[in-house]
């Protein structure tokens, strides 16, 4: 729909890419624009021009100006004029201003990048409006834009004019508030071909490239086409490596998840079996008189609660057992006079599994 093509910025891009296979694409891209854009006719002054404002326009010869009051009358003014190409000015408020920024890429994805970020901000409804645009490239490699979007009233009725009087549009322009040309730029919508007569078809495209230039650019594109390729293949072998990791990656999680359960199952059991052999040397080993309340193991300290008639008689006995060291009370010894028994809590740590 748009063609906001700055050839100076355009060149410039073409050294300054991304990567050599953006360079390479933006190189041929630059090249059939040149080839294909129209050999400019060759003049001694400025070519007249279509002023649109608000509501009005007028046709600007030399520094002649003359207002217009109707679409009517710029037919007989545009048959009057010998020049066959004329520039279109949108002046005052008769289009919308844009200014934005977009990085850096191959020219069509940048094209593509500027009429998404364009059509996003127009306040008209797409099949409302039509606009045009100029980029330049900065230090940074990015790209600002200049862009005017235009309502299709305002511009089908001049198309129509040029069409019947057998003009055609030289440049769409935009001027600043302080008469400073922001965009001069041959957008589609104003080629009189593909307007009225369809679409530019690739054949018609080929046969506008000069004969000397077909085979050097047929062989630039058959060596284009070989770096696409390459590149293609070797990003599909590095996504199957890539996938290939990634199962493997998964493989070895679970076989750590696996391990790690397999682990905790060991050291639980070992935990029971320690408990249980303690409380079998404990049994053993204390007297009929005294009797444990409650044995606690968490990691390697144990507690033993209970009642006994002597809670010193109790720790000498427990210092017995080599599992057993830095046997000491956990808390003062009480006398329950009921029964005539100390009540003790002991502490111990675990030093081994025998």
Not at 14 to 38: D, F, H, I, M, W
Not at 135 to 155: F, G, H, R
Request: glycine share 4%.
């Amino acid at each position: 729909m748009t063609d906001g093509t700055d050839h100076s910025s355009a060149k410039s891009s073409a050294r300054k890419s991304v990567n050599p296979l953006t360079k390479y694409l933006n190189l041929a891209s630059a090249g059939l624009a040149e080839l294909n854009k129209q050999a400019p006719m060759p003049t001694k002054a400025p070519p007249p021009e279509i002023v649109l404002r608000e509501g009005s326009f007028a046709i600007r010869l030399d520094d002649d100006m003359s207002d217009f009051h109707g679409p009517g009358e710029i037919v007989e003014q545009l048959s009057q004029i010998p020049e066959k190409r004329l520039d279109l000015v949108l002046d005052g408020r008769s289009a919308l201003d844009l200014s934005f920024v977009v990085p850096n890429g191959p020219f069509n994805d940048l094209e593509a990048m500027i009429d998404t970020e364009i059509a996003f901000r127009s306040p008209f409804q797409r099949d409302q409006c039509v606009w045009f645009w100029s980029a330049k490239e900065t230090e940074n490699l990015d790209w600002e834009v200049e862009a005017a979007i235009v309502l299709n009233s305002s511009v089908d009725w001049v198309l129509e004019a040029l069409r019947v009087s057998g003009k055609t549009i030289n440049y769409a322009k935009r001027y600043t508030a302080d008469d400073e040309l922001r965009i001069a730029v041959y957008p589609s919508w104003l080629t009189s071909p593909r307007r009225f007569a369809g679409p530019l078809t690739l054949g018609r495209s080929v046969r506008m490239i000069p004969p000397v230039m077909r085979f050097p650019l047929a062989g630039f594109a058959i060596l284009l086409a070989s770096f696409v390729a390459v590149f293609a293949t070797q990003s599909i072998q590095l996504r199957a490596v890539a996938q290939e990791a990634e199962l493997a990656n998964t493989e070895l999680a679970k076989r750590a998840a696996l391990e790690a359960q397999t682990r905790a199952l060991r050291v639980s059991r070992t935990d029971s079996e320690t408990r249980i052999q303690m409380i079998g040397n404990l049994a053993g080993l204390l007297p009929d008189e005294v009797w444990l309340e409650q044995v606690s193991l968490e990691d390697d300290r144990l507690t033993l609660t209970g009642f006994g008639p002597s809670a010193a008689n109790v720790t000498r006995l427990l210092s017995e057992l080599e599992q057993l060291s830095e046997i000491q009370f956990g808390s003062p010894v009480t006398r329950d006079n009921t029964q005539n028994l100390e009540r003790f809590r002991i502490d111990a740590t675990l030093v081994g599994d025998n």
